[in-house]
């Protein structure tokens, strides 16, 4: 049997399956996209080794070659899943049965609050540019270019909540850093993160709240607004 490798998102096989996500869908009608790229979290069935795949869209899909992944995978991990549906087959409880044939690791962390004066010294390189920023299920997903020089591996993102910003009413403003942490370079490279928001519930009290998101890119300030509903206690 074939091993399926999870792999690190670096590699370019993921990226061209991330620059597919902007013409598939995340909902759902998977029939109609061959082969389908979507991102997932991991899920394993309670009291069971077995695993599926949760995308954001709250669709719960069965990998028939689950057994072909030969790494021990980390309950509520996120992954970039490239997979054919296999239209013809059900298994009870799942909305599709399908055929792995790419998964890259995203790194999931969750916001840190800070206030303005660590916000303004937190360590930060200028983005490449950011292609998209998007809330699935309870996270929070950007997918952005960056500025290497050896490998990218040494590098580290993180989402900054400025707690002394006004927050009244659910307003929370959001600044996405990157640092190289001195692999700074000329080259580029793509990658996709995702900031768990339910991370955030403590210190906003608020059942919605709505989110300033800001990036500083070479290309100039990328800015997005959101609105985000906290989930209910223990949902995935």
Sequence with gaps: MKALTVNNLACAAA???AAMLSSCSLDGDYEQFFPQTDLVTIQYAPDSSS??????GGLKLWPK?????????????????AFNV???EKVQGYDYVVSLMYMGHINVYGVTPVDSAALRHAP????????????????????????????????????????TAEQRGGNVKLFFRHNSNGDKGTKSRQSIVSFDLESLRSA?????????FEAEASDGMYRRDFTYKFKSQGTP
Excluded: M, P
Aim: glycine share 2%; proline share 0%; net charge negative.
């Design 15 to 17: 990226l061209c399956f």
């Design 51 to 56: 695993w599926y795949l949760l995308n954001d």
């Design 65 to 81: 070659n689950a057994a072909e992944v030969t790494e021990k995978l980390k309950n509520n991990a996120r992954a970039l899943a």
């Design 86 to 88: 296999l239209v013809d």
């Design 124 to 163: 930060s390189d200028t983005l490449r540019n950011v292609e998209n920023v998007w809330i699935g299920s309870r996270y929070l997903n950007i997918d952005y270019y960056c500025f290497y020089n050896v490998d990218t591996a040494k590098h580290s993102a993180s989402l900054l909540c400025d707690t």
């Design 204 to 212: 906003v009290q608020a059942d919605t709240i709505s989110i300033a």
